[in-house]
């Protein structure tokens, strides 16, 4: 079943209603009790998480009876869920990405969803609950930053600064221990190189022009895939290090995701020792 654009509509509004009912009244208002963690002590989950991802599964059922869901955490319940990627009509789910931001009462957080036919990611939403914002992109129709106002405008990347004028998202806490040396080393070589803890955002500060490429050592889909597609609609390369074009089935690797494929070149040169 292909997706249309009343069905992506309508997704759009299944993440606003249930951000406003079941994590905005959350942030700042959590109790210890209320966070746990997952693989390691700085991977978080709060009651809000486990609930939108609930919610917003459900209502997706309703609306695309036919779909396969994966949701962040019903993987992280049974690894299982994520073998239904590349199969059919799958939507992903990331209820909060940058859960530990949230719940430290830091507002860079939001929901993440993409739809996948047959391993072809055709639908993303970067969604801010905070502001009622989102970018989302059809594939083949290219992104666009849309509000509660109903403000609505494309956007399409300029070709970036020199590299040594580049801002960069460079996550070394994804990489192991050499691995993070070395990247280090190379950091100087751009004017600004931060991490903010959250892909829904990086990808919405990618595809605004206002950073000029990525570096991850983690492929999870529900942090990709819609932030793939909306960053190609709006004109930009995103490929693994070593050269192959992103796919929601891949699980491991490192994706690089650059405003032009000569600054692509040019970064996967300098981190070519990853590979």
């Known amino acids: 079943m292909k997706l249309s654009e009343q069905q992506a509509d309508a ?10 009912r079941e994590i905005r009244p959350l942030f700042r208002n959590l109790v210890l009790s209320d966070i746990d963690s997952k693989s390691a002590p700085d991977d978080l989950v709060t009651v809000a998480d486990r609930a939108a991802e609930v919610a917003i ?3 997706v059922r309703d609306l695309l009876p036919e779909a396969s869901i994966v949701g962040e955490e019903a993987v992280a319940a049974d690894k299982s869920v994520l ?28 929901v993440i969803l993409s739809v996948i036919e047959d391993g072809e990611i055709v639908f993303g939403l ?10 989302v992109a059809i594939k083949g129709q290219g992104a666009w930053f849309c509000d509660a106002r109903g403000n609505r405008r494309p956007l399409s990347l300029s070709v970036p600064p020199p590299v040594s004028d580049c801002f960069g ?14 990247i280090a080393a190379r950091l100087p070589d751009f004017r600004r190189t931060q991490a903010l803890r959250c892909a829904c955002h990086e990808y919405r500060a990618l595809a605004g022009g206002a ?7 983690m492929l999870n889909v529900w942090d990709h895939a819609a932030g793939v597609l909306i960053y190609q609609e709006a004109g930009g390369v995103a490929r693994l290090l070593d050269g192959r074009d992103y796919h929601p089935t891949m699980r491991q690797g ?10 692509w070149d040019d970064l996967a040169e300098r981190f070519a020792f990853l590979n």
Not at 90 to 97: C, E, G, L
Not at 169 to 182: D, E, I, S
Not at 254 to 263: E, G, M, Y
């Open 169 to 182: 998202f460079v996550g070394l806490y994804l990489f192991t221990k050499p691995q993070q040396a070395q």
């Open 57 to 59: 599964s459900q209502a």
């Open 126 to 135: 970067l969604y801010d609950p905070g502001y009622d914002d989102w970018i």
């Open 254 to 263: 490192n994706l690089l995701t650059a405003a032009s494929p000569q600054l």
């Open 83 to 110: 073998d239904r990627v590349g199969d059919g009509q799958v939507v992903v789910i990331d209820p909060i990405d940058g859960t530990w931001n949230f719940a430290h009462g830091i507002a860079t957080y939001g």
């Open 11 to 20: 997704l759009i509004e299944i993440v606003r209603i249930v951000a406003a």
């Open 211 to 217: 950073s000029q490429f990525c570096l991850t050592g």
